[in-house]
């Protein structure tokens, strides 16, 4: 399948071509236009779509660089005023004109005329959200918004001293892999008491978001702000029930995976209980990989393997580069985690991570291209609606990228050994992330279905499901007040509430795709490109199908995938 990197940015022809999003009196004529325009033609119709298009790509890019400058430097006043002015000032302005141009979209019987072929998934999700709209949640939302953004300002902040350097704690996690187990111990407390220190800030923090978003559920006629987020994510595809039997499946089929591989540590190390800090560690007299030096080494490494895997997916991360859309290395002041963020107007995303020189870095670049990739295929798609596809797609894109490049790792490392090693660690990962998920999911599930739970009861809750997909090889007995607010790191649980178990579908996937991959290299990555051209114009499953796999993460299917991971671990060991 052919592809260009070379992509342009949509022309406007509704928009001025110097507008740029300043205030709500500049922007409130083009929604005055698209809500009182005629539609008395399907032609006409088409028009307005592509108009409302046009909008919608201008206002979600200024949205996406407001949100990147914040997340690149948290210090910066100015930047969170920026981003706030938009959550508080644009956006709630924004949504009332939304829900009656949506309305305008199902009122017009000319929309019966659009190609269902790509149309259907489009139309369904408007319908959902003209469904879900309540205007007394407008003001609730944009709270939360502001209110979540904090997470990333509290987290910036956290930095601990290691032998005189003050070091993010991203940097810092880069010694747990030291062969040096008193080192590793005394930078795990250090990071271990610097996240306790603003423990109760998370917690409180927490709390008012539990609460907002509690509220936003009743308003919108649901019992609990669970069955409020299925509903507004979309997720036609599979219920709460099916999430449970995931988990059972995992707890089932991967646990057990992961208690051999823990064990497999703890042997290489020569210990004879595995502590919390050993879990990542390399053997004495055993180097950790370092697979970079920055983030610019990294880019360029990246760049050969994606071009060998197949040149298009390289020139992509080369557009990126020329056009200075990324921003590696971690640093203090920086918001933790990292993504891809499309730029829907003007078509190349923009990819932000905290590298320290680690594989998990390596892992989260191959991942993070693989969301890249995603960008660029999908941009020609006629209606920027159609380029917001569900994350177990998104996921999907990225995931396997990570298993799609890891025969072409040779150019991270010096020797074959080494990269082997690497290759081990991303084998660790797809299983160890499994139970994670699970564990993260489980919990949401409970968060938002018990309201007014209190902060210990929350702890005891975590607690029991942390125990419930345990391996139970890891000895947490020195570490136990940590052990009980663990959650706090995971930003999606402030950020992205439910966002999380999409990443268990879509790690299932990737696997059938690299199994697929093994098959038939070529085809696999036709279809991998096929399946992200389509953005968002066939339902998820259909995506899936043409990716040329299952959406099934049925206990039986889990069982399969897992035993083909586990033989090809087999067959790393034997290399």
Not at 163 to 185: C, I, N, P, V, Y
Request: charged residues 25%; proline residues 4%.
């Amino acid at each position: 399948m052919k592809a260009s990197a070379n992509i342009k940015a949509r022309p406007r022809t509704f928009l001025k071509q110097d507008f740029i999003l300043s205030d709500w009196a500049g922007l409130e004529p083009y929604f005055e236009n698209l809500q009182n325009r005629r539609l008395d033609a399907a032609e006409a119709l088409q028009q307005w779509l592509a108009d409302l298009s046009e909008l919608e790509s201008a206002i979600g890019e200024d949205a996406c660089w407001r949100q990147i400058k914040m997340t690149c430097d948290t210090t910066d006043n100015a930047l969170e005023e920026a981003f706030t002015f938009f959550v508080t000032e644009i956006e709630p302005k924004i949504k009332p004109y939304a829900f009656a141009i949506n309305k305008k979209l199902l009122d017009s019987p000319f929309k019966n005329e659009l190609d269902e072929k790509i149309y259907f998934p489009y139309l369904r999700n408007v319908a959902n959200s003209v469904a879900l709209f309540r205007e007394e949640n407008i003001a609730l939302q944009s709270e939360i918004n502001v209110l979540a953004q904090q997470y990333g300002a509290i987290s910036g902040a956290m930095s601990v001293a290691i032998e005189g350097k003050e070091m993010t704690l991203q940097q810092a996690a880069k010694l747990l892999h030291s062969s040096d187990r008193s080192l590793r111990k005394s930078v795990f407390e250090k990071v271990v008491d610097r996240r306790l220190q603003d423990k109760n800030t998370l917690n409180d923090l927490f709390e008012k978001l539990l609460d907002l978003r509690h509220k936003v559920a009743l308003n919108a006629g649901f019992d609990n702000y669970r069955d409020y987020k299925f509903q507004e994510l979309g997720r036609f595809d599979y219920t709460p029930e099916d999430c449970f039997a995931f988990h059972e499946a995992v707890k089932e089929h991967i646990v057990p995976l992961q208690r051999e591989l823990l064990e497999h540590r703890r042997k290489e190390l020569g210990i004879e209980q595995l502590k919390p800090y050993d879990v990542d560690a390399e053997p004495i007299g055993r180097e950790p990989l370092q697979p970079f030096a920055n983030g610019d080494e990294m880019l360029d490494k990246s760049i050969a393997v994606f071009t060998k895997l197949r040149p298009f997916f390289g020139e992509c991360l080369s557009k990126m580069k020329e056009m200075g859309r990324l921003d590696l290395d971690s640093r203090m002041g920086k918001a933790p985690g990292g993504y891809n963020c499309p730029l829907p107007e003007t078509g190349v995303p923009f990819i932000f991570m905290n590298a320290a020189g680690t594989v998990n870095d390596l892992i989260t670049m191959m991942h993070e291209g693989g969301h890249a990739v995603h960008s660029f295929l999908s941009h020609d798609l006629p209606l920027s609606a159609m380029k917001e596809y569900p994350m177990e797609i998104a996921e999907l894109a990225s995931m396997s990228m990570e298993l799609f490049t890891l025969e072409y790792w040779q150019d991270f490392f010096a020797t074959k050994e080494e990269c082997i090693r690497a290759q081990w660690e991303e084998m660790e990962r797809v299983i160890d992330v499994l139970p994670w998920i699970a564990t993260i999911d489980k919990f949401q599930h409970w968060l938002y279905t018990h309201p007014g739970h209190s902060i210990a009861d929350r702890e005891k809750v975590w607690k029991a499901i942390q125990e419930e997909f345990s391996t139970g090889t890891v000895d947490w007995s020195e570490f136990q007040e940590y052990q009980y607010s663990f959650w706090q790191k995971q930003l999606h649980l402030f950020e992205v509430p439910f966002y999380y178990i999409e990443y268990g579908i879509a790690q299932l996937g990737a696997i059938a795709m690299w199994r697929q991959y093994k098959h038939n290299k070529e085809q696999a990555l036709d279809n991998y490109m096929a399946s992200l051209s389509a953005g968002y114009t066939k339902t998820l499953k259909d995506l899936y199908a043409i990716a040329g796999i299952r959406f099934d993460f049925s206990p039986a299917y889990i069982k399969e995938l897992s035993e083909f991971v586990h033989n090809e671990m087999q067959q790393l060991k034997v290399n």
